[in-house]
DNA sequence: ATTATATGTGTACCTTTTACACAAGTCAAT
DNA sequence: ATTGACTTGTGTAAAAGGTACACATATAAT
């Protein structure tokens, strides 16, 4: 058991990530399955130990490309759980963090991924956890509504160009509302968040959408 | 050395708690002086190590009453700090904490603290601190202007019954603003967050003020 | 009584948010 | 080529919320 790695043995930091991304208007989360007791073959988010030398977000970042596959451009730090039994084995305090991938890159994974059967569910969706980690993907699913009201965390989540209808159903699928089209233009346009490309999709059927890209600077404002 | 009590020994979990108080119009933090190696003699925020076998927060308040003698109703977590030589010694994982008191209550620290030497210093008059605790103190301060406008962490900071203008004093403190009487007034109370106690202050030259109080059940409502 | 000082109050203006309907571009079927 | 179905793009009026601002009142000190 890899716990008992001799790097990481006198330390129980456990970090886990909680990384989102919305697939077809469905908010997903991705989720590993355990190879190792306690909780075999049970899923959980994907983490680890940390190693005592190296910084936590280099840890965090090593256990999601061993896990998943995966690299994620902006992890955001969310928060610690520490009760004294919520590891059945050690003491173990789990650090967790938060962030968003683009859907497209999901392909990514299923082919890269060397160590770990991983899968996004919808997060209505999610089957039993091992740990507490349904618990932390909660919190982290607050911090991230919290986050992406007021940030440019979204923007791992979309490709270079994107249209307005598909950012406002990223938005509503995330936060669990609708919008009228109408307003969340006005809303979107008004910061300088985004910026019209001047091309349009051409993909799918009906009208073509405008498409847009971030913008390179932007005042941070709340959004909503 | 206390890091060397078996009890904890092999792990490296520090608590610490950046307590708020706003003091004469003066946004204020609780420091104590350290005792041991590293960082002998130099000032820092109250925290210790947690014990293997308590909880999280509980191992926070019993830090915060060993070394200053406080007890704060309304601690919440802040942030992890996990840089590899943050500590000069073994490898500490920081997890730090913020709240705030009344300011009435500074009295009380004073005369029943027993291990450590501790006072309360302006954001702004901040000694050299031990470890990276004026990064901690900064986040912390963040984080405490983020949560005062859209919730009831102040409550801690007033005695039962206070007066318009001593909270418009504390928000103006801890943000760095000034707001007009009349809208701080209208917008205080268009939330449910206080109600009139039909008492007048007594105390204070001038023109009595009108005394408050926090409703028992109020709705969360951002407010800046 | 007068003065100095801090508290309490209302209104008009501006900005932001919300609600809401129709025209236009594409694809598919005929 | 025309029609129908579907999705995108656009403006305006009403409501709500935020901001600016001046004067009367209660107390304490003189």
Redesign the interface.
């Known amino acids: 058991m890899e716990i008992n790695n001799p790097r990481y043995k006198?330390?129980?930091?456990h970090v886990m990530a909680a990384i989102f991304t919305v697939d077809h208007g469905i908010t997903k989360i991705l989720l590993v399955e355990r190879k190792n007791e306690p909780f075999y073959g049970m899923w959980s988010l994907p983490g680890g130990a940390?190693y005592?030398?190296?910084?936590?977000?280099d840890g965090m970042r090593r256990e999601l490309l061993e896990k998943t596959g995966l690299v994620i451009p902006n992890l955001r730090?969310c928060?610690?759980f520490?009760?004294?039994h919520r590891s059945p084995c050690m003491?173990m305090?789990g650090?967790s963090y938060f962030g968003v991938i683009d859907r497209f890159k999901v392909e990514l994974l299923t082919s890269t991924l060397k160590t770990s059967n991983a899968g996004w569910f919808a997060i209505n969706q999610i089957p039993p956890l091992a740990y507490d980690h349904q618990e932390i993907i909660q919190d982290a699913l607050e911090k991230l509504k919290e986050s992406i009201v007021e940030s440019d965390i979204l923007e791992s989540l979309f490709p270079k160009e994107f249209t307005l209808p598909e950012i406002q159903k990223v938005y509503e699928s995330i936060l669990g509302v609708n919008y009228d089209r109408r307003n969340f233009r006005k809303r979107m346009l008004s910061l300088d968040l985004i910026e019209d490309t001047g091309e349009t999709a051409k993909f799918g059927g009906k009208k073509p959408a405008k498409l847009y890209r971030f913008r390179k600077e932007k005042k941070q404002k709340r959004i909503f």
Chains 1, 2 share one sequence.
């Open positions: 006198k330390q129980g930091i940390l005592n030398d190296e910084d936590l977000e730090q928060s610690v520490g009760k004294v003491r305090i650090i």
